[in-house]
């Protein structure tokens, strides 16, 4: 593997390669987030937020208690969110354990959803803490069921220690296996991380390691997708472009519960790493509450009173 | 003379048991009786409305669930700490709509009195409008009556405080939670009311009230889809026709009231029959 040339995959070349980069203004970086934030999307503009949106949701379902009946409810859902209204768009992905994939990607395939991927979460999801063959193994199994899109965590405990070519080997080896059957996306758990330095980082270490994506968080820790943590990690897929003319996605999870929410995130794209992100192939959100109250607010602007929690499905 | 500051008091809203300002940002002005300027209380917007809704939703469940011996209790604490601060709401009823001392005395006495009284009703409904059904066969069949979920009103201009806590508590007290528009003219009392309801024990979002303009903030609580019921005692009547127009799409239960009486409790509740096998 090349790694862009950034990297020769040597503990040395890593070091220096993450040494190099610049700190992270954090009162910067929390007050152009915050500014940002304010930014009023009304009318025309918020009907083509609303439904590049939902076009990036990533519909995601990973409990303990989750059932195939649950995952195929889902599925339909992801095909046709608002069954009265069928110009309403199929989200980017279903998101589930790779025991699920099978189903999802059946069921699915059944109700007209070939164009909607099925992502996996993997490499002992959501915590990472697995030896390396569990979490091949792990991967594998989700692969050979017909995930699209694989969704690893990294070891953060051996990041916060130090050891980089660790996380960076883990992360090569998982995209090796990938290949060309699955996108990659990379789940740093900001949450955990503790300071933007290390987001950014994290960020660039998983891009020269061969992600197509890089993640915040499982859903599982607070906090997660913060407006500081995306701007961060928008800034480094846009300064990776500009060293390597390789476009890296970002997906933010966690936390996104409404259609203001998703909206602020938009703007960070489109503000931060340009518009050329603001499609589905570079921005994704993994939610689960988050396209039910995106199609209140899409009823609200078709039928001019606002909606009720009644008219949308219960996940 | 005293060189000590006024300490302003800002009026805001009460949504989710917090005091925000309005999303919008926008005020309007109140004078007294004698033209004097006040305060700028905030002028409410749809979306505080839409906040307020999903704020009563979420309580609603809860509040539901609550025993009749429970919201009592509560409804009976919310009048004990508005009888601790009696002076305070006389003084701004005298301000505000420039009524005597002794009519405002007698208003804050009244709605003390009226807490009191609905508080009474709370473990008293199923006996006055449930039943036992006599039905061909070994069961009992109960008729009792349960809240419908989320109920708006607009409170009346006059009087300020007994016509808000008219429109509210016949609505909680049957487990219904409220967003209620508080008289324009006078919100004073119903911003000092809503502090009485922070410190009442009342769960957050049971009770959220807005401040501002009737004919703005009435038509979207009559459409709004997640409302289910609408009490208009506050709204001039030729305003009436077209509300009920606008509540008809999404069936919502509209009414008004011109007193006090059970039936405002009743309006709101819907009766729910239940099968039990007689013998077990």
Known sequence: MSFYGLVDGSEASLKNYLGSLSGVDQVGADERAAMLATRSIKTTSKRWAIDTAISMVDLTTLEGADTPGKVQALCTKAVRPDPTDSSVPSVGAICVYNDMVAVARKHLDLVGGAHVGVAAVSTAFPSGRASMPVKIQDTRDALDAGASEIDMVIDRGAFLSGDYIGVFNEIVQI???????????????TGELVTYDNVRKASFLA????????????????????????LVMLEAVRDFYQMTQSRIGVKPAGGIRNTKDAIKQLVLVNEIAGPEWLTPSLFRIGASALLNDLLMQRMKLDDGYYASPAYVTID | ?????????????????????????????????????????????????????????????????????????????????????????????????????SKAEKEVTDSVDRLVWYAGWSDKLSSLSGAL??????????????????????????????????????????????????????????MSFAEVIATSDVPAGVINILTGKKDEIAPWMASHMDI?????????AKSHGAIRIAGAENLKRIYSFKSANPGRILAYLEDKTVWHPIGL
């Open chain 2, 1 to 101: 003379m005293s060189n000590r500051i006024d300490v302003k008091k800002t009026y805001k809203l009460f949504i989710n048991g917090a005091f925000p300002r309005t999303e919008s940002g926008r005020t309007y002005e109140i004078k007294s009786a004698k033209g004097v300027f006040i305060a700028n209380p905030c002028l409410a917007s749809r979306k505080d409305l839409k906040d307020a809704v999903v704020a009563a939703r979420a309580a609603q469940s809860s509040w539901n669930k609550a025993s009749a011996y429970n919201k009592g209790q509560i409804l009976y604490r919310i009048a004990e700490m508005l009888e601790g601060r009696r002076a305070q709401f006389v003084d701004e009823i005298v301000l505000v709509t420039g009524a005597t001392k």
């Open chain 2, 228 to 236: 289910d019921g609408f009490d208009i005692s506050g709204l001039a």
């Open chain 1, 207 to 230: 891009m020269a390691a061969g992600a197509d994506f890089i993640k915040t968080s499982t859903g599982k820790i607070a906090p997660a997708a913060t407006a500081p943590v995306v």
């Open chain 1, 175 to 189: 995209r090796e296996l990938c290949g060309t059957r699955a996108h990659l996306k990379v789940i740093f758990e």
């Open chain 2, 133 to 190: 059904n006599p039905v061909a066969g070994p069961y009992y069949n109960f008729t009792v009556p349960e809240s419908m979920g989320v109920i708006a009103a607009i409170a009346p201009e006059v009087p300020s405080l007994l016509g808000l806590i008219e429109a509210i508590a016949p609505i909680i007290v049957g487990g219904n939670t409220i967003v209620v528009l508080a008289s324009t003219k006078a919100p004073l009392s119903a």
